[in-house]
């Protein structure tokens, strides 16, 4: 999730020089964008009846959540402000969404449907301020965040109006996980080949 170096570079790296360019360290991006990825597709396995809760629970504590947050935290090491940013927000939203439904399973500090409308409509203000960032990396990035965008709007309208915008949040979400986990691939794979595989496109904006 690099802003300042567009991933749409026609430049070839090997992994050597790759990881020169990180400081002798590994893009911690693909940690962040799989843990970003694989945890939002699973989610909407739950949202769409298809899962219980509880894979989504652990999951997200520990690759949606603390995972991406050690990914952002390496990201403000190498001075991407964007990675930073999103890598340790989203890192801490898993963790706050499990907990939350820890919280309500133990009668703790209990949520209501709407108190949780509440909660992701901050989050969907958010990810509409990160997203003409990620549109400026790269086509992928953009529409992974475009995405994630749609996606919060609608389980905003789910948690306050019908629940059937929910089901129509899974559905749209689970596209959302894999085009991150599109964009992950294309780091690994460049790394790997020393050539683009899988291109995310040019900027968007």
Same mark, same amino acid.
């Given at each position: 999730?690099?802003?300042?170096?567009?991933?749409?570079?026609?430049?070839?790296?090997?992994?050597?020089?790759?990881?020169a360019?990180?400081?002798?360290?590994?893009?911690?991006?693909?940690v962040?964008?799989?843990?970003?990825?694989?945890t939002?597709?699973?989610l909407?396995?739950?949202?769409v009846?298809?899962?219980?809760?509880?894979?989504v @629970?652990?999951?997200? +504590? &520990?690759?949606g959540g603390? !995972?991406?947050?050690i990914?952002?935290?390496? $990201?403000g090491?190498? *001075?991407?402000n964007f990675?930073?940013?999103?890598?340790?927000?989203?890192?801490?939203?898993? @963790?706050?969404?499990? +907990? &939350?439904?820890?919280?309500? !399973?133990?009668g703790?500090?209990?949520?209501? $449907?709407?108190?949780l *409308?509440?909660?992701?409509?901050?989050?969907?203000?958010?990810?509409?301020?990160?997203t003409?960032?990620?549109?400026?990396?790269?086509?992928?990035?953009?529409?992974?965040?475009?995405?994630?965008f749609?996606?919060?709007?609608?389980?905003v309208?789910?948690?306050?109006?019908?629940?059937?915008?929910n089901?129509?949040?899974g559905?749209e979400?689970?596209?959302c996980?894999?085009?991150?986990?599109?964009?992950?691939?294309?780091?690994?794979?460049k790394?790997?080949f020393?050539?683009?595989?899988?291109?995310?496109?040019?900027p968007?904006?």
């Amino acid at each position: 999730m690099n802003a300042n170096v567009p991933p749409s570079s026609t430049s070839i790296a090997t992994p050597t020089e790759h990881a020169a360019s990180h400081g002798g360290h590994g893009n911690p991006a693909v940690v962040g964008l799989a843990g970003f990825g694989m945890t939002t597709i699973v989610l909407q396995f739950h949202n769409v009846g298809w899962a219980s809760l509880g894979p989504v @629970i652990w999951m997200g +504590l &520990i690759f949606g959540g603390l !995972a991406q947050l050690i990914a952002g935290l390496h $990201e403000g090491k190498i *001075g991407n402000n964007f990675g930073y940013s999103a890598f340790t927000a989203y890192g801490c939203f898993w @963790i706050a969404l499990c +907990l &939350i439904q820890i919280g309500n !399973a133990m009668g703790l500090f209990a949520v209501s $449907e709407t108190d949780l *409308g509440w909660f992701l409509v901050i989050w969907a203000i958010y990810t509409a301020i990160m997203t003409p960032g990620a549109m400026r990396a790269s086509t992928g990035l953009g529409l992974v965040f475009i995405t994630l965008f749609i996606g919060f709007v609608l389980l905003v309208i789910g948690h306050f109006g019908p629940h059937v915008f929910n089901v129509i949040a899974g559905y749209e979400l689970m596209v959302c996980g894999a085009l991150a986990l599109y964009v992950m691939a294309h780091q690994i794979y460049k790394d790997a080949f020393g050539r683009d595989v899988l291109p995310v496109g040019k900027p968007m904006i």
